[in-house]
Each structure stands twice: as structure tokens, then as C-alpha cells.
């Protein structure tokens, strides 16, 4: 039996960002200024972290320790993305 690795969306960070920082962002918007720095979506080190935490519980794995010091959304989608797909 495969377990099928999930990748984060940007629809999924978008609603990882309300209910683990309080900062709603459209999906759309977070997708077309993905290189944009977290802070201009109004989320800090501290909301990102717990993003982390919760991505951790749900996939049951340690993200890379880089994951909660990328600096936009696409950086932090990539490198979350590519450690669950290789399991790193």
C-alpha cells in the first residue's frame, strides 16, 4: 500500500495563515505575489512558526528548520513541498 504524499496549496497556507495567525488573505492574491514577503500579508516569525506546528501534526513529520524562517509564501511552499515529497 502507497501513502500518497499531499502538497500544501496556497488555498491551504491561506487558511493555515487565518486560523493560526488571524491574517486573511486571499488565495488569489497570496498566489499572484507569491515572492512577496510574508510580512505584507501581515504575518510575522511567531504566526509563521505556528504554521510550521501545525503542518508538523498534520503530516506527522519535522519540517526542514529552514521552514519557519523563508521570507514568502512560495519559498515556504517549496520547501515544505519538496521535503514531504521526498520525506527530508
Do not use: Q, Y
Not at 510580512?39 to 529552514?66: K, Q, Y
Request: net charge negative; aromatic share 4%.
Amino acid at each position: 500500500m502507497t501513502t500518497e504524499v499531499t502538497k500544501v496549496t496556497v488555498e491551504e497556507l491561506a487558511t493555515l495563515m487565518k486560523k493560526g495567525a488571524g491574517v486573511t488573505v486571499d488565495p488569489h492574491d497570496l498566489e499572484r505575489r507569491a515572492d512577496a514577503p510574508f510580512a505584507e500579508f501581515g504575518l510575522d516569525s511567531l504566526g509563521l512558526l505556528g504554521i510550521v506546528g501545525e503542518l508538523e501534526n498534520r503530516h506527522g513529520r519535522a519540517l526542514p528548520t529552514d521552514a519557519e524562517r523563508c521570507k514568502s509564501p512560495r519559498a515556504f511552499l517549496d520547501l515544505v513541498n519538496g521535503a514531504l515529497t521526498t520525506g527530508a
